[in-house]
């Protein structure tokens, strides 16, 4: 086994973080005593995602008591995909790595059950929410429909219900994700996507255990746009279909008219029976290129080959590799070891 290989932990464990500075310590307190009883090395990489609080001095505090501490600055908020991204572009894990968020919802205590199924085979063990604590009723709904949803809109790609990105990814099923570099990123499809065996772990979801949710309901929606347009057509489908129904009314529309000109003559039709025909095709129109411009926007933007993230700074756990696997790979631009 090659030296650099040697010093590398068996789990490496990706938090990314945005103002997450009250929670910060009692997660890690929960995850060290969590990762502990595994009985395996592990390290955990913080990926501070522009914070505009105290998050990256409290992660910096952490690393200076705990040699097992890595962390990554982004140069700015780049989102939670790109900087989930990050993370896993620079873990160490020779293993597996582990994906959780760092607000507690989904506790560090589940993460001995993931690796118990990793241990037996399995590439991607992800967990699964049973209940939703904390969550309203209206959110819980919302959350099931998109899952529903986006589970069968999917081209060819089955997304699992209940489930976010918490999970046990295995070494090789991650270098395959990490090959899929596109701009506009939906983990949760993005990890189905690469196939691999696959279990669900069953748990309850806990209320944030401190601080605020950065989701609103526009920035919902705005994520739900992202995973139907990135693993689906079906919008471009469903204005085809909505196009041909409009067609086929008119034709008959036209038809009737024709037949009542022959038999009855030819009243003059009414104004407001002609705004609402005009405005109602004009709103099928705005809506179909509406759907085609999300598309072309999206085409532009992979086009342009930019960066997922650009590293301000990175400062790799003191008891692991200095080089992660993917170190050089695409958005690792302007690096700079802490």
């Known amino acids: 086994m090659p ?3 040697a010093k590398r932990p068996v789990l490496s464990v990706v ?3 945005f103002d997450e500075q009250e929670v910060l310590p009692e997660f890690h307190r929960r995850l060290a005593s969590a990762m502990n009883g595994i009985g395996l090395d592990w390290d955990v990489l913080y990926v501070n995602d522009g914070s505009r ?5 409290v992660i910096q505090d952490l690393a200076a008591q705990d040699p097992r501490i890595g962390w990554l600055n ?3 908020n780049f989102g939670k995909e790109a900087a ?12 597996g790595v582990v994906v959780i968020d760092a607000d507690l919802q989904d506790p560090p205590e589940v993460i001995p059950n993931l690796v118990a199924a990793w241990g037996e085979g399995i590439d991607m063990a992800y967990a699964r929410r049973r209940r939703r604590e904390g969550d309203g009723p209206m959110k819980r709904l919302t959350a099931t429909l998109f899952y529903r949803l986006i589970s069968r809109v999917g081209h060819r790609v089955e997304i699992p219900e209940d489930s976010g990105d918490f999970r046990l990814i295995s070494r090789r099923a991650l270098d395959a994700l990490l090959e899929l570099r596109e701009h506009h990123r939906f983990m949760k499809g993005l990890f189905a996507w690469v196939g691999f065996s696959s279990r669900a772990v069953l748990y309850d979801r806990a209320p944030r255990a401190a601080g605020s949710t950065k989701w609103n309901y526009w920035s919902l929606w705005n994520f739900a746009i992202e995973g139907i347009t990135g693993f689906s057509v079906l919008p471009l489908k469903i204005s085809t279909y909505v196009g041909l129904l409009v067609a086929f009314g008119a034709l008959i529309f036209g038809l009737q008219l024709i037949a009542r ?4 003559g030819n009243p003059i039709p009414g104004y407001p029976s002609i705004m609402a025909v005009v405005l109602f095709l004009g709103g099928v129109q705005l809506i179909t290129l509406g759907v085609i411009g999300e598309y072309l926007g999206r085409i532009a933007n992979e086009s342009k080959r930019r960066p997922l993230y650009v590293v301000e700074r990175f400062a790799p756990a003191v008891s692991a590799a200095p080089t ?5 790979g695409p958005g690792a631009a302007f690096r700079e070891s802490a």
């Open 84 to 95: 989930l991204t990050a993370g896993l572009d620079h873990a160490l894990g020779s293993g």
């Open 15 to 17: 938090v990314p973080c």
């Open 261 to 264: 000109t022959l038999l009855f």
């Open 53 to 57: 609080d105290r998050t990256l001095l």
């Open 324 to 328: 992660p696997r993917h170190a050089n």
């Open 74 to 76: 982004l140069s700015r």
């Open 3 to 5: 030296a650099d290989e």
